[in-house]
């Protein structure tokens, strides 16, 4: 169907994986590899139009892990675009979507990427604060609690996770102030590169048919 047509639209780039540089830096100056209007790949795109645009690398961390992709703005020589969301299309494969909001953009361009830090601040805390959650929740009723999904954006977070019956209020409050706790302590959130089966020795909870390379970013708070 329409899905299996626009994943033959994203192989015929025929770019390779996106090279990610999210983690360390919000801005990159990077190049136009990739441009698609209304379901075809195109050489430029122009004011006005809705795009979606594959650069050689990104800033932009595309949705994963419960986590809304980011939004942002990339600069071309004589062309602006506003991104409003940012998804893995294919394995490695990093797309942004969006719009022209001025001029025109051209395959081949080095062009800058900017991510809006606000939203992707508020976004990364509201994730640590999903791995608070889960803590939480399996200090209070058990360490057979299991995280079952989440959702994490700007503005919320949701978190699935399994138990066998309703929580009690108490058990909830209880929740509540074991992370305000946390919250309030202001603790350090490191992350590091580490082997898959190290980090699971070290303590990492790994989850519900995740995908893990076999080198895996591990955050401690």
Aim: aromatic letters at 6%.
């Amino acid at each position: 169907g329409g899905d299996r047509s626009k994943i033959k639209v994203y192989e015929s780039l025929a770019v390779g994986a996106t090279g990610f540089l999210g983690y360390g830096q919000l801005a990159a100056e990077t190049v136009v590899v990739g441009l698609i209007a209304d379901d075809e790949v195109v050489g430029e795109v122009t004011e006005g139009q809705t795009v979606e645009i594959v650069l050689r690398e990104t800033p932009f961390y595309p949705e994963g892990g419960g986590q809304v992709g980011d939004a942002g703005e990339v600069s071309a020589p004589n062309g602006e675009l506003t991104i409003n969301d940012t998804q893995t299309v294919l394995p490695g494969l990093i797309v942004h979507f969006g719009e022209v909001t001025q001029g025109t953009v051209r395959l081949g361009e080095t062009v800058s990427g900017y991510v809006h830090p606000v939203r992707r601040e508020d976004t990364a805390r509201n994730h640590t604060a999903t791995h608070l959650v889960h803590a939480a929740l399996r200090q209070v009723l058990g360490t057979h609690v299991r995280q079952a999904g989440s959702h994490v954006a700007p503005d919320r977070l949701r978190f699935d996770f399994t138990h066998p019956k309703a929580v009690e209020r108490e058990e909830m409050e209880l929740v509540q102030r074991l992370v305000n706790e946390k919250i309030r302590a202001n603790a350090r959130v490191e992350s590091t590169e580490d082997d898959y089966t190290h980090a699971i020795e070290r303590g990492a909870l790994a989850f519900f048919g995740d995908k893990y390379e076999a080198k895996v970013r591990l955050v401690e708070i």
